[in-house]
């Protein structure tokens, strides 16, 4: 389970008196937490992973807002966190393997962009991010 690996980590973080790290971890295991608690059961792998991808989203976005502030501290911390973030996302695709998943399961040019998104979507869940299953799905169906 990820919230178990979770809280050790934050363990030893707090040993280490890594700061960064933990405040990252805190926010990550209560999401999981607050997730777990709503549901009233465990979590399931993927409902994991779309939590993972979910503050790995809002912290792409703090990031940009640090660019565009041109915060050199602030973008290094943000990075910090995406790399830590992205440590507990499964491995992921790259572009060739999702297309070839792709047209293996039925993608094809002509196709409508809602009906491939609907094949794309549980078939890449937790595998590859958004940005890059619509980037795929847009090349096949164009």
């Known amino acids: 389970m990820l919230k178990t690996t979770v809280f050790e980590q934050l363990k030893q973080a ?19 937490d607050l997730a777990e608690k709503e549901q009233g059961s465990p979590l399931t792998a993927l ?19 640090a660019e565009k502030a041109e915060r050199a501290d602030l973008i290094e911390q943000e990075q910090a ?11 992921q695709l790259s572009q060739d393997e999702v297309k070839q998943l792709l047209i293996d399961n039925g993608v094809v ?8 998104m609907k094949i794309a979507k549980p078939l ?9 299953m619509s980037t795929v799905v847009k090349s096949l169906i164009s």
Do not use: C, W, Y
Not at 81 to 91: D, N, R
Not at 124 to 132: E, P, Q, R, Y
């Open 14 to 32: 707090m040993r280490d008196k890594d700061t960064l790290t933990k405040g990252v971890l805190t926010l990550l295991k209560s999401q999981l």
């Open 47 to 65: 409902q994991e992973t779309e939590i993972v991808n979910r503050e790995i989203k809002q912290t792409h976005q703090a990031l940009e807002g």
């Open 81 to 91: 966190k995406l790399k830590l973030l992205e440590s507990f996302l499964p491995e």
């Open 109 to 116: 040019s002509g196709m409508a962009m809602g009906d491939a």
């Open 124 to 132: 890449l869940a937790g595998k590859t991010d958004g940005k890059t």
